[in-house]
T-cell receptor, first 114, second 114 residues
């Protein structure tokens, strides 16, 4: 079965420091991977995706993610965190088993401290 | 910009009531999804639809049904609301275009069943 794991419920980082939010996945075949962000009382917003190509993917708001096939990871990164980056972040993988389903991780709450 | 709208942001219903949640998207997307979001559990797929009048069960369909009579509209129905259906409900849509698999989410409906 395909799955996504976000091992950290919460990540705290000081403003201006680099941040990493971790995601590992388990799929059969080539993965389609996504990161979404959710601000309080809002729906999820798409940040970036990996379909194929370069392992380093750049997305919205200065975020990037590195696809690592050998470690089955897709960690979200940003070189310099902002207080406004504080939100709930979800990693997701698209089911490649012939359906249009997506599997989401449980979410990681990022708190950027001023 | 893609817009996904949901009929209510907040809803309070009584146990046993029939509840309708409506979702409309304006980008002619083929696929539409209903999720529920609970703390610590991430997003769980209730139902999805890949075409008008087509529907597929997700991971937690019990107690729910759906309707898709028009391409832009996807309704979630709670036949007899129960307190364990108190949750945040998120609608999403996506295209089948292989270059653009990301989902677009509505703002969510926070349903409380008393």
């Amino acid at each position: 079965a395909q799955s996504v794991a976000q091992p950290e419920d919460q990540v705290n980082v000081a403003e201006g420091n680099p941040l990493t939010v971790k995601c590992t996945y388990s799929v059969s075949g080539n993965p389609y991977l996504f990161w979404y962000v959710q601000y309080p009382n809002r729906g999820l917003q798409f940040l970036l995706k990996y379909i194929t190509g370069d392992n380093l993917v750049k997305g919205s708001y200065g975020f990037e993610a590195e696809f690592n096939k050998s470690q089955t990871s897709f960690h979200l990164k940003k070189p310099s965190a902002l207080v406004s980056d504080s939100a709930l972040y979800f990693c997701a993988v698209r089911d490649m088993g012939g359906t249009y389903k997506y599997i989401f991780g449980t979410g990681t709450r990022l708190k950027v401290l001023a | 910009d893609v817009k996904v709208t949901q009929s209510s942001r907040y809803l309070v219903k009584r146990t046993g009531e029939k509840v309708f949640l409506e979702c409309v998207q304006d980008m002619d997307h083929e696929n539409m999804f209903w999720y529920r979001q609970d703390p610590g559990l991430g997003l769980r797929l209730i139902y999805f639809s890949y075409d008008v009048k087509m529907k597929e069960k997700g991971d937690i369909p019990e107690g729910y049904s759906v309707s898709r009579e028009k391409k832009e509209r996807f309704s979630l129905i709670l036949e007899s609301a129960s307190t364990n259906q108190t949750s945040m409900y998120l609608c999403a849509s996506s295209t089948r275009d292989s270059s653009s698999y990301e989902q677009y989410f509505g703002p969510g409906t926070r349903l409380t069943v008393t």
